[in-house]
């Protein structure tokens, strides 16, 4: 497996795979689609940002996940969610942040801490090989203010 394979423009499988445990974080080859799809997802927020994302947690062997105290079911273990971090980001861009990640319907989005939010996508049928697409329904304020209390 060549980690340093190119997945999209921006992302490469490294990036997906990081881990500051030590402890080796390759993913089965059939993990590579749905990461594939979250830097699909990740370039689709960047865009819209016209900023550079940084990958703190995405895949986690089941090795990994019990080193950093991740919970037994986390969706971190099937490659369908992502922690991250966007370059020069400021509370006052919150709109455009939602916007660009709700588009690719989300199944949970919160912030981790001031800098950091935590996104996954709850992996029904194929809906890794579907691409960000309008999302109707949102309640910006709520969201805005789980984000104030960090």
């Known amino acids: 497996m060549n980690i340093n394979q190119q997945l999209t423009e921006h992302f490469k499988l490294s990036e997906l795979i990081i881990t500051e445990t030590g402890i080796d974080n390759r993913p089965p080859e059939s993990i590579i689609p749905r990461l594939k799809w979250i830097a699909r997802q990740l370039e689709h927020i960047r865009s819209k940002l016209?900023?550079?994302?940084?990958?703190?947690?995405?895949?986690?062997?089941?090795?990994?996940?019990?080193?950093?105290?991740?919970?037994?079911?986390?969706?971190?273990?099937?490659?369908?969610?992502?922690?991250?971090?966007?370059?020069?980001?400021?509370?006052?861009?919150?709109?455009?942040?939602?916007?660009a990640i709700l588009a690719t319907h989300p199944y949970e989005l919160y912030p981790i801490d001031r800098n950091t939010l935590h996104v996954s996508w709850y992996p029904l049928g194929n809906c890794f090989d579907l691409d960000p697409v309008p999302f109707a329904f949102v309640d910006i304020e709520t969201i805005e203010d789980d984000f104030d209390n960090y």
């Open 50 to 99: 016209c900023k550079p994302i940084y990958v703190t947690s995405c895949y986690r062997s089941p090795k990994v996940n019990k080193a950093v105290g991740g919970s037994p079911t986390s969706l971190h273990l099937s490659a369908t969610a992502v922690d991250f971090r966007i370059s020069n980001y400021s509370v006052t861009q919150l709109p455009d942040l939602f916007e």
